[in-house]
C-alpha cells in the first residue's frame, strides 16, 4: 500500500449505491478520514439512501444525486453534481461507485488525484493505481473490495461494519414500532425480511410464515415482519401465512430500522440490504442465501448461520454467482432451504444469545 498523499484537505466520494452497498462502503470512508484527520470529506449519495451517510462523524456532507428519470432529468442531475463538486475543490476523489459515469466524473472534477473500483477498464480515468503495483481486485466480501481499491490512497481501511448514526427520535420511533403491535425487543425478537430486489433472492411468503408458527414460542419467541417501501402486499401474506404468530411492522427509515435490529435476538433475511444493516447494527443473523457465494457478502467475525445449497441448481456449480443472477425465476438454491433447517438455525442463535 503506498503511504498517505500530501497536502490533502478535501476529500469527494462517490458512494450512490444501493442499500447494502452503501452501508459497505463506510469503513472505506471512515478509514479515509483517520488517514487524513484533518481533511473534509463529502460523499455523493443515492438520495433513497442518505441516512447511511448523514450523521456520520467521519462524513461532513452527504449530497445528494438521483440516478431515476429521464434523459433530460438525468443530465441535469449530473450537472448539477459535477458543478457542486468543482466547487468543493477536492485534492482526492476516491469512486466507490465504480460506473463508467462517475469514473469520467472522478476526472472532470479536478482533483490532483483519483482511484477507485478498478472494473471494466474503468482504470485510465484514475491517476494513482500506476503509482503502485496493485493486485487484481479482490473477489472477496464487498468491504475488502473498497479497502483494495482505497489502497492507492494509502488508506488502510478496516474490515469492520460501521453501524448507522441512530438518534435518540430513531430509538423512539423503534419503541413506537414494536410497542403498537405487543412486541418488545431484546432476548426474544426474532425479526423476519421476506423483500429482496433480486427473484432468485427470494424465500417465499409461506415457508417465513410457516417459520414463525415452527418458532413462536420457542425460548419466549417472538416474531415480527419487516416492511419494505411498497411491499406491504409481501408483508400481509407472511403474517396470514404465520396463523398470527408473527406481527407486521410499519415501514421505518432507515436509522430507525437499525435501531430496531439492534435490539433484536435474530434478524433472518436473505441477501439483501437489510442483511447488511442487521450486522452493521449487531444483530445476528440467520442467513438465506440464494444465486450468490455467501463469502461475497457474509461477515465472516458476525454472528451468523448461513444456509446455502448451491448443489440444488444445475446452472451453478462453481463461481461466485449463478450465470442466471437477475433471470432466474426458478429459485432452486433459496427454495432448497427448508423451513425446519432455518428453525433449527434460528433456534441456535436464540438459546445462545
Given at each position: ?29 471512515k ?10 470529506i ?46 468543493s ?6 469512486d ?24 471494466d ?25 473498497m ?47 421476506p ?54 411492522l410499519?415501514?421505518l ?101
Amino acid at each position: 500500500m503506498r503511504v498517505p498523499l500530501s497536502n490533502i484537505r478535501t476529500i469527494l466520494v462517490f458512494a450512490c449505491n444501493l442499500l447494502g452497498d452503501s452501508i459497505c462502503r463506510l469503513p472505506a470512508i471512515k478509514g479515509a478520514r483517520e488517514t487524513y484527520p484533518g481533511t473534509r470529506i463529502f460523499v455523493i449519495v443515492d438520495p433513497r439512501y442518505r441516512e447511511v451517510f448523514a450523521g456520520q462523524p467521519f462524513i461532513d456532507e452527504a449530497w445528494p444525486l438521483s440516478r431515476r428519470g429521464g434523459v433530460l432529468a438525468q443530465a441535469w442531475e449530473w450537472s448539477a453534481a459535477l458543478a457542486r463538486a468543482r466547487r468543493s475543490r477536492p485534492d482526492l476523489v476516491l469512486d466507490l461507485y465504480g460506473s463508467k459515469r462517475t469514473a469520467v466524473a472522478s476526472r472532470l472534477v479536478g482533483a490532483r488525484f483519483r482511484t477507485g473500483l478498478y472494473g471494466d477498464g474503468l482504470s485510465r480515468w484514475y491517476n494513482l493505481r500506476d503509482l503502485v503495483d496493485v493486485p487484481a481486485l479482490h473477489r472477496g466480501h464487498i468491504i475488502e473490495r473498497m479497502n483494495e481499491a482505497m489502497a492507492p490512497a494509502g488508506i488502510a481501511a478496516r474490515f469492520k461494519y460501521c453501524p448507522l448514526a441512530v438518534g435518540e427520535e430513531d430509538r423512539e420511533d423503534a419503541r413506537a414500532a414494536l410497542t403498537g403491535i405487543g412486541r418488545e425487543g431484546g432476548r426474544n425478537l426474532v425479526a423476519l425480511n421476506p423483500a429482496a430486489r433480486v427473484e432468485g433472492k427470494r424465500w417465499a411468503a409461506e415457508r417465513f410464515g410457516k417459520l414463525a408458527r415452527g418458532i413462536s414460542g420457542s425460548g419466549g419467541a417472538r416474531c415480527v415482519v419487516i416492511t419494505a417501501p411498497g411491499q406491504e402486499a409481501l408483508t400481509a401474506e407472511v403474517v396470514t401465512a404465520s396463523g398470527g404468530t408473527a406481527a407486521a411492522l410499519p415501514v421505518l427509515g432507515l436509522r430507525a430500522l437499525g435501531a430496531l435490529l439492534k435490539t433484536a435476538a435474530v434478524l433472518v433475511t436473505g441477501d439483501t440490504g437489510v442483511l447488511h444493516l442487521g450486522t452493521a447494527m449487531g444483530a445476528p443473523s440467520v442467513v438465506l442465501a440464494g444465486p450468490t457465494d455467501p463469502a461475497l457478502f457474509v461477515y465472516p467475525s458476525g454472528r451468523q448461520v448461513i444456509l446455502f445449497h448451491r448443489e440444488a441448481c444445475p446452472e451453478w456449480k462453481t463461481g461466485e454467482q449463478c450465470r442466471r443472477y437477475n433471470t432466474c425465476s426458478d429459485r432452486r438454491c433459496i427454495d432448497a432451504i427448508a423451513v425446519e433447517e432455518a428453525a433449527a438455525a434460528v433456534r441456535e442463535l436464540l438459546f445462545t444469545h
